[in-house]
């Protein structure tokens, strides 16, 4: 089955600085490849999406990229802020017909001011 | 417009009780999704349901776990003698078809406590 690893559970930067997240997986490529923000107590809110034939997505201050070599994607925030502290969730979508996703454990991002 | 809705917010219960957790999708969305998240990790596919039916419920963990979705739009998920060891928070999501790629959103959860 497919296993999903986030590179950690806790990063901590300052206030300015880029944030990357890691989320390596095994197995199989997903289609789709997507990163959700969770603040505490709350459900996933969706970030990004990035196909399978796509090396690199932006949304402002955040971008992702994909290599399908290494079985990882890169998940950037630039010029972070401290209300980027959040919980950023990977989430693998191996293309079936409907949108099933798999899950990675997370990491903790906390940006100091 | 409104967002997913998940009732309760929150649930106690004791050892071998019934229990029945409630989402209201966005109004429109035909897929909808229930997760299980406990602490610390992501969440974990429990059952898909495209219109009335269930197309995938691979991830409901025994027969102690069955989910309805009679009209197309709420969802109930029923939790027969609960045991300890489901405690956790239980996520709903929707989207727009259930298509590959389709973002997914997510209600609150309801927070199930077994005693």
């Known amino acids: 089955s497919q296993k999903i690893e986030q590179n950690s559970e806790a990063l901590n930067i300052q206030e300015g600085k880029t944030a990357t997240l890691t989320c390596n997986y095994t197995n199989y490529s997903p289609a789709y490849l997507q990163w959700y923000r969770q603040d505490p107590g709350r459900g996933p809110v969706f970030l990004l999406l990035i196909r399978e034939n796509e090396k690199e997505k932006r949304k402002e201050r955040l971008k992702v990229t994909f290599d399908t070599t290494l079985k990882q994607s890169l998940f950037h925030i630039t010029a972070s802020q401290p209300a980027d502290s959040a919980t950023y969730l990977c989430a693998l979508d191996r293309g079936t017909s409907y949108g099933k996703l798999t899950f990675g454990q997370g990491t903790i991002l906390t940006v100091h001011p | 417009g409104a967002g997913v809705s998940q009732t309760p917010s929150n649930k106690v219960t004791e050892k071998g009780k019934y229990v029945e957790l409630r989402c209201d999708p966005i109004s429109g969305h035909t897929a909808l999704y229930w997760y299980r998240q406990s602490l610390g990790q992501g969440p974990e596919f429990l059952i898909y349901?495209?219109?009335?039916?269930?197309?995938?419920d691979s991830g409901l963990p025994n027969d102690r776990f069955f989910a309805v979705r009679p009209e197309g739009s709420v969802s109930t998920l029923k939790i027969q003698r609960t045991e300890r060891g489901d405690s956790a928070v239980y996520l709903c999501a929707s989207s727009r078809s259930g298509t590959g790629g389709d973002e997914q959103f997510f209600g609150p959860g309801t927070r199930l406590t077994v005693l």
């Open positions: 349901f495209q219109g009335t039916g269930a197309a995938d």
